[in-house]
């Protein structure tokens, strides 16, 4: 260690940063430090190797630096740049899975979604005239809600207030949360298919998740949540980074892994076939009896020929190993209509079994939860309505339906 100092400093690096660099190449030199891509073998994957009994392998904290409030400057024998005083930080504990609706259900109600406040002014109205039905139409077509599910549910409003002879507000809101509710359709099975199953020969086969999504709709990082959720239910999980053309999604996987003891399964180089990426995850997770494996893929543009046959080879080639259990399809909330086509044609390549709607937090447009569901037949499953690292939540349709009343 002590030679490493004088080397750094005669560059001219500040002293904090100094003290940064060389704790870094302390932790490569020690133990359980994942391997440098030098050090490994050509061509293949590299599973980060358990180094503590989660199977995760967590690097140490940088140390106090000089500039740090009320620390002082570090000599060269300090023992805090010691190998053995820089300790691995402890595992982060996700948040329950079972509450997590009550929270994010306020941060809902405050995106000011038109079908709630809006749609609630309007139908407690003395008299309905026919601009109000169009300004309910106008308001639930802006909201993304769709063509066909709104004609249904202004049929609906008009039938009931008619023969209710609705005119309080507290009725009101009563008639369109249930017509609401209705539309959602709370008998759609969201449950994700994380259980592991058998194969013929009596091994432990692992739940496979496949994540995809066109570039920008947060799905590294759904990915990550995705897993907190899991562990948050006792699951063992396997990371698989089969996007192979961004070293950065890579890195930003096995982050969100480390923090709760998860392990990633991702290639030495860039470029790598996300195939045999996604494969070798698989086979991890076979091999040291995970629950589930989730495996992270490339951005892709829905209208890009070539982007969808790999991404079609990469479902072909996990099939071979495991079946999957789950193809769980990121969009966006604030692309609007544009997320339709993307699920359209995702579903035709990949087989989508699920939604999960990132960003909900940011629109007025939360009837993208009915179109979207309409348009590719299967069920919104998870929300993302924040940043933090547990703003991922199970869709629950009433909670769903009660924050946009809120609003």
Do not use: C, Y
Request: hydrophobic residues 40%; proline residues 9%; charged residues 25%.
């Amino acid at each position: 260690m002590e030679d490493l100092l004088p080397e750094l400093l005669a560059v001219g690096l500040p002293a904090a940063a100094v003290v940064t660099a060389a704790a870094v190449l302390l932790r490569r030199r020690g133990r359980g430090a994942p391997p440098r891509p030098e050090d490994r073998p050509s061509g293949g994957t590299t599973t980060l190797a358990p180094d503590r009994p989660s199977g995760a392998t967590v690097l140490p904290p940088v140390p106090p630096t000089a500039d740090a409030p009320g620390a002082p400057p570090l000599a060269p024998d300090d023992p805090a740049l010691d190998e053995d005083v820089l300790a691995a930080p402890p595992l982060e504990v996700p948040a329950p899975v079972a509450g997590r609706w009550t929270r994010l259900r306020e941060r809902l109600a405050r995106s000011g979604s038109p079908l709630g406040s809006r749609l609630l002014t309007v139908l407690s109205r003395d008299h309905l005239t026919e601009d109000d039905w169009d300004e309910l139409e106008e308001t639930l077509l802006l909201a993304d809600v769709g063509a066909g599910p709104t004609g249904e549910l202004l049929d609906a409003l008009r039938t009931r207030l008619r023969v209710q002879g609705v005119r309080d507000p507290g009725a009101a809101r009563t008639v369109l949360r249930e017509e609401l509710l209705a539309l959602v359709d709370p008998s759609l099975d969201r449950s994700l298919a994380t259980a592991p199953t058998t194969a013929e020969d009596g091994s432990p086969v692992p739940a496979v998740v496949l994540v995809v999504g066109v570039n920008g709709t947060g799905k590294t990082t759904t990915v990550g949540k995705l897993a907190r959720v899991l562990v948050a239910e006792g699951r063992t999980v396997v990371l698989g980074a089969a996007d192979t053309f961004r070293a950065a999604a890579a890195d930003q996987l096995q982050t969100w892994g480390s923090r709760v003891g998860v392990p990633t399964v991702r290639s030495d180089r860039d470029g790598a076939d996300p195939a045999a990426v996604a494969f070798d995850a698989v086979r991890t997770g076979r091999t040291t009896g995970a629950d589930v494996v989730l495996v992270d893929t490339a951005g892709r543009l829905q209208n890009k020929a070539g982007l969808m046959d790999e991404l079609g080879k990469i479902t072909r080639v996990l099939t071979r190993e495991a079946p999957l259990s789950e193809v769980l399809l990121v969009l966006d909330a604030t692309t609007g209509q544009n997320g339709l086509q993307q699920a359209k044609v995702f579903g035709e390549v990949a087989g989508v079994t699920g939604i999960v709607l990132t960003k909900l937090d940011g629109t007025a447009k939360g009837g993208i939860v009915v179109a979207v569901q309409r348009q590719l037949g299967v069920p919104v499953k998870l929300v993302g309505l924040g940043e933090g690292p547990d703003d991922l939540a199970p869709f629950d349709p009433e909670a769903f339906v009660d924050g946009l009343l809120e609003g």
